[in-house]
């Protein structure tokens, strides 16, 4: 009967595709995700992907980012993205709202448009937050930057606050452009990332 068990759970196993499938996360940003100026593996979700593995996370990123794209630009594309029945999305976006000064009001009302329908899907979210330049002004400023950390109270997800923390303005670490990181600050963001990335992923085991 032991040997009858072993082999019922065995077909059980074989007729759950969800039972031996690899967790998928999609990517979803700009050219901040899609790796602008850089070799495609050097790109952040590739060298996200490629640190979980050396830590023994089996993982599979999808890099979604598309270079100029912003919250409305995400929003209109994200339906194609969810098709995928991705188990986690990173969203990234927000970067180029805030260089072109786009309304706060319309930056929140994208996002949470973004968010809400990817729990719908029944993804889960890890939000990567975004700063607003201070040339634009204190009062854009404070009401951009209080976007991503009242969503994700709203909705109840994790909040990376700064997707470019400990990158931004340092030219060691970014390209000429001054505003997109290279292969270092790509190193440094993925130092930063991936532990909770990680987390996120044996929470869901």
Not at 51 to 61: A, K, T
Not at 179 to 203: E, F, Q, S, T, Y
Request: no cysteine; hydrophobic share 50%.
């Amino acid at each position: 009967m032991k040997g009858l068990a072993a082999v019922a759970v065995v077909v059980s196993l074989a007729a759950d595709p969800a039972a031996a499938r690899t967790p998928e996360i999609v990517a979803f940003g700009d050219s901040l995700t899609a790796g602008f100026g850089l070799p495609r593996d050097q790109a952040f979700p590739e060298v996200l992907q490629a640190r979980l593995h050396d830590e023994g996370v089996d993982v599979r990123i999808v890099n979604a980012g598309v270079s100029g794209d912003t919250t409305a630009g995400g929003l209109a594309r994200l339906d194609w993205v969810l098709a995928e029945k991705p188990d986690f999305v990173i969203v990234a976006l927000g970067a180029n709202d805030a260089l072109r000064r786009i309304d706060p009001a319309v930056v929140r009302r994208n996002l949470d448009a973004i968010i809400t329908k990817i729990q719908a899907s029944g993804a889960k979210v890890l939000l990567l937050g975004m700063l607003a330049p201070p040339n634009w002004g204190e009062a854009y400023k404070h009401d951009f930057d209080r976007i991503y950390p009242e969503l994700a109270k709203a909705h109840n997800v994790p909040l990376y606050p700064f997707f470019l923390e400990g990158v931004a303005m340092d030219p060691q670490l970014n390209q000429p452009d001054g505003l997109h990181p290279n292969r270092k600050g790509v190193a440094i963001m993925v130092d930063h990332i991936a532990p909770l990335v990680a987390k996120l992923l044996k929470g869901q085991s």
